[in-house]
């Protein structure tokens, strides 16, 4: 299974469970672009798997998953954050989880970092692998940016 097909697996996974929302694949990977009109949350790997995985949120999907990890109940502007921080480090740990296991080596996240509209992203986003993973669900879309490079062993 490719660092790819295990991302799609965890996020599609841990959204079902945490938030009770089916993703699907809306076919636009090859046309979304990393953008900042969108609020985005960014988590890195360090390891066997050095990653910068960034993710962007429609404006529905970004209020839905906080208010359905708070049992429904809309969290307040400065909790917001941390709702989404938890459910991207729970679908990535999940990833990284996987790939440890499948490469008999660790890898390591970083903690969740969130960046406003406009707010340039830092740090190199230079990896051998840059693949996309756009999702459309009831509520709203969801895009998922892999930049990646596997350690040799």
Do not use: W
């Not at 917001?80 to 740990?93: D, H, R």
């Not at 990284?96 to 970083?110: D, F, K, V």
């Not at 406003?116 to 693949?131: A, H, I, T, V």
């Amino acid at each position: 299974m490719e660092v790819r097909e295990i991302f799609d697996t965890a996020f599609c996974d841990v959204t079902k469970k945490i938030v009770q929302l089916d993703l699907y694949k809306s076919g636009q990977e090859q046309q979304e672009k990393l953008g900042l009109q969108k609020c985005r949350e960014v988590i890195r790997t360090h390891g066997y798997v050095n990653a910068v995985i960034v993710c962007q949120f429609s404006d529905e999907m970004f209020r839905y998953i906080p208010g359905a990890m708070n049992k429904g109940v809309p969290p307040t502007e400065e909790e917001v954050p941390l709702y989404i921080n938890e459910y991207i480090n729970i679908a990535c740990g999940y990833a990284i989880s996987r790939l440890n296991n499948m490469a008999g080596t660790p890898s390591r996240l970083s903690v969740p970092q969130f960046y406003q509209r406009g707010e340039p992203l830092e740090g190199d986003m230079n990896f051998d692998e840059k693949q996309c993973l756009s999702y459309r669900s009831r509520i709203g879309e969801l895009q998922v940016y892999l930049f990646y490079s596997l350690k040799a062993e």
